[in-house]
């Protein structure tokens, strides 16, 4: 265990550059120590930058730090001193990935330092000639490394120790006086402070950009979750209204049901008093037709007056109510009634199946953040393609259905009921619904209208009920020179300035479900907002054009629509 933290305690006081104990320690300003003349021949090379660096971190230090010995470092050094263990450390084997020293035979040996005037790797016990003699620390030494040849001038075979602002790319001392004389030239350190400047600039917004999107991260996961509670939630609301309504149903059915079976009842008893009461009727009948007949056939003339008179009283016609009798009941009645019910149970049902599906639809979509970039942008970028049907006579299509030019010439298209009579425009054979698309349009000379339309816009009609941005039809961006302004029902949006060069040309995005229309003015790799309509599309949305003079469909090299 001694021998151990004796081992940890020497490794802690070595010195960087020679690897060997501390010899007369200072600090640096960042808090590493070395020997002191060690830093003091390694900043000697470097002297004529004027820039200084630790060789550890690459701190960097203006003016020239004035070295002090640390009283207490070396107190430290010294009682490891007198341990005994003031030798370097014994090489390291090397393993998976190391650099070999190129000077060790038999096993293989982890070099520690690179050598950038020797082009060789040493390990320990072999770099220390580079430690002790006067004429070798002069050398420059590197964190070892495989590739010692990159860091070598192929030309001069000297170490790359300069960097080329003209050409852009790392030389020697002797190369600013040879292919790169008069270029702008400074020590690899300065250029290496200037840019570490942007990369930390770059660094930051790429930790901002982190953590904007570990917050969109967190906030999508607890959508998630609050999406998934949510559902459960609904379900079983669902569940349950559904249930109550099949009760309910059922609870109808059961009192239809008691409501026949009791009708039913009471007509039965009603009919059974009648059967019970023309039976009596019909007995009282047979009896006195007996009587009757038995006094018909008597000979006994005094016997057949005397009782005649008693016998032969007719029947009362109102002892007796009428009975009427439905031969053939029929439940036709009450099936209709019933089917009645359930066909328009089955319609409401429908009718509010789709709406409930709308909202279900509405309520769990995931809005997904507004595109912020171009790069973003491209992501929904569709290849569109004009649709010959609909464009105008005055217009030449050409480059695959890809642009449209107005030509003095009528052109010989056929006629179809899709073709606009009126104006000089043309829309694109692709409908967009339901997700984003996004497209460019490049125009020249006089002008355009770069918008969206509803299939269903007129086309033959003279007037605005044809013309894209000027009927509640379509949505329209007018471009002319460097202004801009956008339509819709004959309704003009002017678009405030923005800081951005005018631009001819034009991106277009759609968010169909959203119902966002956006317009973007592109100049190289930027888009910068020019107009955001928001609107409720109700119908899949045509790409159109009015051309007056040339308007092209921008290739984006994403793959066309179905």
């Known amino acids: 265990m001694a021998q151990a933290g004796d081992s940890l305690d020497q490794d802690r006081l070595s010195c960087p550059i020679c690897l060997d104990i501390l010899k007369d320690p200072v600090s640096l300003p960042c808090g590493h120590s070395y020997c002191m003349g060690c830093i003091k021949s390694c900043w000697d090379l470097d002297d004529q930058t004027g820039v200084y660096s630790c060789p550890q971190c690459r701190q960097t230090f203006t003016p020239r730090p004035v070295l002090r010995r640390n009283i207490i470092l070396a107190e430290v050094v010294e009682k490891l001193k007198e341990t005994g263990l003031s030798g370097p450390p014994a090489p390291s084997p090397a393993g998976p990935g190391d650099v070999l020293c190129d000077f060790c035979t038999g096993r293989q040996v982890r070099a520690v330092k690179s050598c950038l005037v020797c082009l060789a790797s040493y390990c320990q016990t072999h770099l220390q000639p580079h430690c002790e003699s006067d004429r070798l620390r002069k050398h420059k030494l590197v964190d070892a490394t495989a590739h010692l040849d990159d860091l070598v001038c192929p030309s001069h075979d000297k170490p790359l120790e300069v960097y080329c602002r003209s050409d852009q790319r790392c030389i020697c001392v002797l190369c600013t006086k040879d292919e790169h004389r008069g270029h702008d030239t400074v020590s690899a350190a300065a250029e290496r402070t200037e840019k570490q400047e942007q990369l930390g600039a770059t660094q930051r917004q790429t930790q901002q950009r982190l953590q904007e999107r570990e917050k969109e991260l967190q906030e999508l996961r607890q959508a998630v979750k609050s999406l998934r509670s949510s559902a459960h939630t609904a379900v079983q609301d669902t569940d349950r209204i559904f249930t109550e309504l099949i009760r309910s149903i059922e609870r109808t059915r059961s009192e239809l049901t008691q409501l026949i079976r009791a009708q039913e009842r009471a007509a039965v008893s009603q009919a059974e008093g009648l059967l019970e009461r023309l039976e009596q009727e019909i007995a009282e009948l047979r009896r006195r037709d007996a009587e009757l007949s038995q006094l018909s056939h008597t000979e006994d003339h005094i016997h057949f007056l005397q009782n005649f008179q008693s016998v032969c009283v007719p029947p009362g016609a109102g002892d007796s109510p009428s009975i009427p009798v439905r031969p053939h009941f029929s439940p ?114 006089k002008g355009a209208y770069i918008g969206v339309a509803y299939k269903g816009i007129s086309r033959k009609e003279w007037g605005v009920d044809s013309y894209i941005g000027y009927n509640d039809q379509s949505w329209s961006l007018d471009c002319s020179g460097s202004s801009y302004s956008v339509w819709h029902n004959c309704e003009e949006s002017t678009i405030t300035p923005v800081a951005a060069p005018p631009s001819s040309r034009i991106g277009v995005y759609v968010d169909h479900r959203a119902g966002t229309l956006s317009f973007y003015s592109v100049s190289g790799g930027t888009a910068t907002l020019l107009h955001r309509v928001q609107a409720s599309f109700t119908e899949p949305l045509y790409p159109g054009l009015v051309v007056y003079d040339t308007v092209t469909l921008c290739q984006l090299g994403r793959t066309s629509l179905p």
């Open 332 to 445: 036709e009645a009450v099936r209709r009634a019933v089917s009645g019910l359930k066909e328009r149970l089955e319609d409401v049902c429908r009718e509010e199946s789709v709406k409930i599906s709308r909202t279900v639809s509405d309520v769990y979509s995931l809005q997904t953040p507004e595109p912020r970039t171009r790069a973003e942008l491209l992501h929904y970028a569709c290849r569109l393609t004009l649709d010959p049907n609909t464009a105008h006579r005055w217009l030449c299509l050409s480059e695959g259905n890809r642009r449209a030019t107005w030509s003095d010439e009528e052109q010989k298209y056929p006629e179809h009921p899709e073709r606009f009579d009126s104006c000089p425009q043309v829309l694109c054979r692709e409908g967009l619904s339901g997700t984003r698309y996004y497209w460019e349009v490049q125009w020249t000379g």
